[in-house]
């Protein structure tokens, strides 16, 4: 059983263009959840999705932003024109529903030069 | 807000010691989980241990125990017989527990990097 898929490991884009990462989450599992890791800080929040559904986005920033999980294929985290401060890991993680354990991927670095 | 505090930004141990990384959380939730979860230089987020906030038995997972302190809200990590395989960032984080179940929503400190010595 495949755990949590991130791609790509590593993404470099100049500023203003678009970042795109994927999470395809564990077999069985119908939540993902998106978090951020900055330089020498913690993971944040940013956005809760079930297939087809945001529950829910307090992390995301209001703009530039978005997330989905369609029906079929993996989550998408999409960054329009991207400035130096989006360089960050990206995480994603999947849980069944109700379920009390998040599996994390090995996460996205972005770096915007 | 939930807040999640770690305060030893590092810490060193000898092989085969004892170490105790340190967590406190502020929050006005009865019902939570705790985990620290581990992150090696591969970067891959490694779940250590679960506490569920209202079970009063500490949790323990082979050579990794906590010590739950509800009142004063504190959730510490000791690892014995530290292991050459156990440096990595060590993160405390927070999960609530709403009406309709986990959240899975982790609110995480800003780590502990634990360098073993051998």
């Known amino acids: 059983n495949a755990g949590v898929m991130q791609n790509p490991r590593h993404l470099v884009r100049r500023r203003g263009q678009e970042a795109r990462l994927r999470c395809s989450p564990m077999?069985?599992?119908?939540?993902v959840y998106w978090y951020r890791q900055l330089p020498e800080e913690g993971l944040k929040f940013m956005v809760y999705?079930?297939?087809?559904?945001?529950?829910?986005e307090s992390g995301m920033p209001k703009e530039r932003f978005s997330a989905e999980f369609p029906k079929e294929g993996p989550s998408i985290l999409r960054i329009q024109q991207v400035v130096r401060g989006d360089s960050a890991a990206y995480f994603c993680?999947?849980?069944?529903?109700?379920?009390?354990?998040?599996?994390f991927g090995q996460g996205t670095r972005l770096t915007v030069v | 807000a939930q807040t999640v505090t770690q305060s030893q930004p590092e810490m060193s141990v000898q092989e085969a010691e004892t170490v105790t990384l340190s967590c406190t959380y502020d929050?006005?939730?009865?019902?939570?989980?705790l985990f620290w979860y581990k992150q090696p230089p591969s970067r891959q987020m490694i779940l250590v241990i679960r506490?569920?906030?209202?079970?009063?038995q500490n949790a323990t997972e082979n050579r990794f125990s906590v010590n739950f302190q509800k009142a004063a809200k504190s959730f510490s990590l000791k690892i014995s017989d530290s292991q050459l395989g156990d440096t990595a960032m060590y993160f405390c984080?927070?999960?609530?527990?709403?009406?309709?179940?986990?959240?899975?929503?982790?609110?995480f400190g800003t780590g502990t990097l634990l360098a073993v010595q051998p």
């Open positions: 929050t006005s939730e009865s019902n939570y989980y």
């Open positions: 984080a927070f999960m609530k527990i709403t009406a309709g179940g986990a959240t899975n929503k982790l609110i």
């Open positions: 993680a999947s849980s069944r529903r109700g379920g009390t354990e998040a599996f």
């Open positions: 506490q569920e906030a209202y079970k009063q």
């Open positions: 999705l079930q297939k087809e559904n945001i529950i829910d």
């Open positions: 077999k069985g599992h119908s939540h």
